[in-house]
């Protein structure tokens, strides 16, 4: 139990080899060769896996010529699965296309013959960015400690360290907060869980302690760890069956993994497999920008932005601004010093974050937000603003 002054909180992260993120990654690894050839592609795709079977489909407009069955094979060798006593095969397995063409009635209402500033956002929808000064990412310590748990196996598994270790993980992370004038400050480790496969040769006894002393010890930090920190390390025991097999995925099951682990808000829409004309996706990248810049800027310790589009119309319908109490200016004054200094029209942000370049598989692994500012050129929406305003 907390403190009477304290709460705890959860976040969770899967790893590379997890059914979801599988999909996930191949969806994005689709759109970047579509990016690559042809980058006006107009991408939706999604992906589905099951034990021996890949399956793409969607709807893709591009110039290019895209060879799937090589895309998604390379894509599932890398994560890992390169070999059927891992349950999953890339170069051995069943890969089915079902792709059409984008519909042109949304083309023709989004996108055909309009200028930059006219393009209409793909859809209706609401998106939200979070940040919080708890870490140097301004991102919460829960999901950042659980993508990194998960970021440590998936290094120690391929440079052989744990070799018995397989690329389906999952990891989470409860920590004990207090709120200090609505800003959230970590104050000990209350709980770590990892479940990972693993091969048939490896006690859970081996297991454990490498989970604790190689993979714990190494990314969580010391002083939030003490004598009642709880462990749960790989609490079902064996877990040899994993991947596809284990579990069918799907692209987009993991949006709360892929964005703040359950802090903030989100307005449902997935990420993966969508290029920038999907405001699911550049709208939700734009409002993490914003955000990450009012925290950056000094200007509050906390805060969640909303935006809101419809379907053809360029212009935000909405922008909304919650500090938490943690700015000396209201948030409606947030609000003027965001439409001050961003222009959140799709083809602004698609041209202001650089959109176009196929970068997007790297987002659909351990997060599509948590980078330090300027530490991955790729992550342009991690990159602070500099922001003019009234003092």
């Not at 890398?78 to 059409?100: Q, R, W």
């Not at 690329?167 to 004038?181: A, C, F, I, W």
């Not at 069918?248 to 359950?262: A, H, M, N, P």
Request: net charge negative; proline share 4%.
């Amino acid at each position: 139990m907390a403190a009477a002054d304290t709460f705890l909180f959860s976040s969770e992260s899967v790893g590379e080899g997890h059914p979801d993120k599988i999909c996930d990654q191949v969806s994005d690894a689709i759109l970047d060769e579509c990016l690559r050839q042809d980058p006006t592609s107009r991408v939706a795709c999604e992906t589905a896996a099951k034990t021996g079977m890949i399956m793409v489909f969607g709807e893709i407009t591009t110039a290019g010529h895209i060879d799937y069955q090589k895309v998604v094979r390379d894509t599932v060798r890398e994560i890992g699965y390169d070999h059927s006593d891992k349950g999953f095969d890339g170069t051995t397995c069943n890969v089915l296309v079902a792709i059409e063409q984008q519909s042109p009635d949304i083309a023709h209402g989004v996108h055909v013959a309009r200028k930059l500033e006219d393009i209409g956002a793909g859809d209706q929808g609401l998106m939200f960015g979070y940040a919080t000064d708890e870490t140097p990412e301004l991102m919460p310590m829960t999901l950042m400690l659980a993508h990194n748990l998960c970021r440590k196996m998936a290094e120690l598994r391929k440079n052989g360290t744990l070799p018995y270790l397989r690329p389906d993980t999952k990891s989470q992370v409860t920590l004990e907060y207090r709120n200090e004038g609505g800003a959230m400050v970590p104050i000990r480790a209350h709980t770590i869980v990892i479940s990972t496969q693993h091969d048939e040769h490896v006690t859970n006894e081996v297991l454990r302690a490498d989970l604790k002393t190689k993979i714990i010890d190494a990314v969580i930090p010391a002083n939030l760890l003490d004598a009642n920190t709880v462990y749960h390390l790989n609490p079902s025991g064996r877990f040899v069956i994993g991947g596809p097999m284990g579990d069918g995925g799907l692209t987009g099951r993991k949006i709360i993994v892929d964005s703040y682990g359950g802090w903030g808000a989100h307005g449902g829409g997935a990420f993966s497999g969508k290029d920038f004309t999907k405001v699911d996706r550049s709208a939700a990248y734009a409002a993490r920008w914003v955000a990450k810049s009012l925290v950056a800027a000094g200007l509050c310790r906390r805060v969640l932005v909303q935006v809101s589009y419809a379907i053809g119309i360029a212009k935000p319908l909405a922008i909304n601004v919650e500090a938490y109490g943690t700015s000396k200016k209201t948030n409606k004054q947030l609000v003027d010093i965001v439409e001050a200094n961003f222009d959140l029209r799709p083809g602004f942000i698609v041209r202001d974050l650089d959109l176009t370049r196929p970068r997007y598989g790297k987002t659909a692994r351990y997060g599509h937000f948590g980078r330090v500012s300027g530490a991955d050129p790729d992550f342009t929406w991690e990159n602070v603003k500099t922001l003019v305003f009234d003092a």
